[in-house]
């Protein structure tokens, strides 16, 4: 997984939750346990451009919006 802080490209190991999670997935890459899609209705004129910032502060915020998961050797790291 990416590191914790932006710009911090380190490799962390996962968490047991996280493994499990990667294992689920490549066991089943179609299943969608854990995503929680979500329908908002919006009224009026949608600024694409304020959405798109607003997104973009929010996962600059939150780290683990940006973390991702790299197989290396066949594991996951």
């Known amino acids: 997984m990416a590191g914790s802080e932006a710009g911090d490209t380190s490799?962390?190991?996962?968490?047991y939750?996280?493994?499990?999670l990667w294992f689920l997935h490549e066991w089943d890459p179609t299943a969608d346990i854990y995503q929680?899609?979500?329908n908002?209705?919006?009224e009026g004129d949608l600024e694409c451009t304020a959405l798109a910032r607003a997104l973009a502060a929010?996962?600059?915020?939150?780290?683990?919006?940006?973390?991702?998961?790299?197989?290396?050797?066949?594991?996951s790291s």
């Not at 939750?17 to 499990?20: G, K, T």
């Open 36 to 38: 929680f899609p979500v």
């Open 11 to 15: 490799a962390y190991p996962l968490s």
């Open 17 to 20: 939750a996280q493994q499990r």
């Open 58 to 75: 929010v996962a600059e915020r939150h780290s683990i919006l940006r973390s991702s998961i790299e197989v290396r050797d066949g594991s």
């Open 40 to 42: 908002v209705r919006i």
